[in-house]
């Protein structure tokens, strides 16, 4: 898939705005063990994944999303967090604070959205927006210009989430000490 401008870029966010509702509705249904009808009704959807491919996409974010499950220090630096629109943006501007992307990290503004809507379930649709919004102002170029998210298929294993979850631990950390100021 070739850059096709802002209708491309548009479509993207579109495809993104499904993935993460579906990253989320999953997330919620294994790890709280909410019916599917119920997530669905909380996220004010209805519509699957139709794509085959895109279906891919998401089960590949689920599998680099479980990594950082497994990670019980970040869990802890997590439940620590003010659920609140200033430290999401403040995560997510410090993800990608050297304005390296890869898809371990949008792999983390996924997780910390879903997160926070576990966090704070009545504020999930302004927890999607400020994603959508991030997603739209930072990261949907970068995805167009690894050829969109059907790219992520091509890394054939989960980046080194060692290395991963270092690096959204010294996220937090800093979120932490930013926060306190």
Not at 10 to 23: E, S
Not at 88 to 117: M, Q, T
Not at 128 to 133: D, R
């Amino acid at each position: 898939m070739a850059a096709q401008g802002e209708g491309y870029a548009v479509n993207l966010l579109r495809i993104g705005y499904r993935l993460l509702i579906n990253f989320i509705s999953e997330r919620l249904q294994r790890t709280l063990e909410i019916d599917a009808a119920v997530t669905k009704n909380l996220l004010d959807e209805t519509e699957e994944v139709p794509d085959p491919n895109i279906k891919k996409v998401g089960q590949r974010l689920q599998q680099f999303g479980d990594e950082l499950d497994n990670d019980t220090k970040l869990k802890e630096m997590i439940n620590n967090l003010m659920p609140t629109k200033e430290v999401f943006l403040k995560i997510a501007y410090e993800i990608f604070s050297d304005w390296k992307f890869n898809w371990g990290r949008v792999v983390a503004l996924f997780y910390f959205a879903c997160e926070f809507v576990k966090m704070v379930p009545d504020i999930i649709s302004n927890i999607i927006s400020w994603t959508l919004e991030f997603m739209r102002d930072h990261v949907i170029a970068w995805i167009s210009g690894q050829g969109g998210w059907d790219a992520i298929l091509s890394q054939i294993e989960a980046p080194s989430w060692t290395t991963v979850t270092a690096f959204v631990a010294g996220v937090l950390t800093t979120a932490l000490i930013v926060n306190k100021m």
